[in-house]
């Protein structure tokens, strides 16, 4: 009890410190968003109040944290949930504040207000429904929401060999809608790479997607890229057309380091065509069970991806 009322008082204090907005989501609006190939918002520099940014940079956890003792590859994504989060668990109060803040109906309240001309046109059955207040949002493990918040804080493995990324041009899972990523790259040691790139499909390919959603970088062309510097962001519209990838990293001591969120259904908002047997019946059979083993991994206190 009494470590639960000392992280209380040290929210408090983060909170009355720092102004842990939603990322800043306050300050767009949809003349912000460049609508093709997909709609997403680029913010190159002070994507946080620079107080914020510092405060999380100084504070973010070391890779141990995530690695936990295991043994793992080069350039590999491992997280902390948002269960683990909340719970503290050795992280700084700020990252529980923010947390707290980004899972609640009011995130996606923001997100909808910038992207709902394009929410409409995607998606004009959730759109209808958002205007009807007929969602109801919570987070990840919550079982009846309709739309779920997922905040966690990432890193990727440093590269050891070969500039590496972790995987080609790529749509996110087609459950989610709205991606949102916070860079805060270690300093002054930056390896090359790791930009975020914008996509989209060349003349005349109609390749179905891959493992992990992927394709071939034959396959697409560069749109727009974001460079992977100090407080910078990106936010996105997940849709059929929302093609992705980091640029490959170049090898170095540190991770790469971000915090994002998304929002996302319980439910597929769209399909892609695929290879066959990367969308096969018993894909879907199992999707249920899938889901409760992750519930229940996530409730574990030594959760991280």
């Given amino acids: 009890r009494r470590s639960r009322v000392a992280s209380l008082l040290a929210i408090k204090r983060v909170r009355m410190k720092l102004d842990l907005s939603i990322y800043g989501l306050h300050r767009f609006g949809p003349h912000d968003v460049v609508p093709e190939p997909f709609p997403h918002i680029f913010v190159p520099s002070d994507a946080l109040p ?6 999380l940079f100084d504070r973010y956890p070391p890779l141990d944290f995530f690695v936990g003792g295991r043994t793992l590859g080069e350039n590999h994504k491992i997280h902390c949930a948002t269960e683990r989060i909340l719970r503290g668990d050795g992280l700084d109060p700020c990252w ?3 947390a707290d803040r980004v899972t609640r109906s009011t995130a996606f309240d923001e997100l909808m207000r910038i992207f709902r001309p394009h929410v409409a046109r995607s998606f004009p059955a959730l759109a209808g429904r958002y205007d009807a207040d007929d969602l109801v949002v919570g987070r990840r493990v919550d079982a009846a929401a309709d739309m779920r918040i997922e905040q966690q804080v990432t890193a990727h493995t440093p590269v050891i060999g070969a500039p590496a990324a972790e995987r080609g041009p790529h749509i996110k899972q087609c459950t989610k809608l709205f991606v949102c990523m916070a860079f805060l790259p270690c300093e002054p040691d930056l390896p090359e790479g790791g930009e975020f790139v914008v996509c989209r499909r060349r003349p005349h390919s109609n390749a179905p997607f891959g493992k992990a959603q992927a394709l071939d970088l034959a396959d697409v062309e560069e749109v727009a890229v974001l460079p992977y510097a100090p407080n910078s962001m990106v936010i996105f519209m997940n849709s059929p057309h929302s093609i992705v990838y980091a640029r490959p990293r170049t090898a170095g001591p540190q991770p790469m380091r971000y915090a994002h969120f998304v929002v996302e259904s319980p439910r597929a908002l769209f399909d892609i065509p695929r290879v066959p047997g ?28």
């Fill in 96 to 98: 529980v504040e923010l």
């Fill in 278 to 305: 990367h969308d096969a019946p018993w894909r879907r059979l199992i999707r249920p069970a899938r889901e409760a083993w992750w519930r229940l991994r996530r409730s574990h206190p030594g959760f991280t991806s």
């Fill in 50 to 55: 620079a107080n914020v940014y510092q405060h």
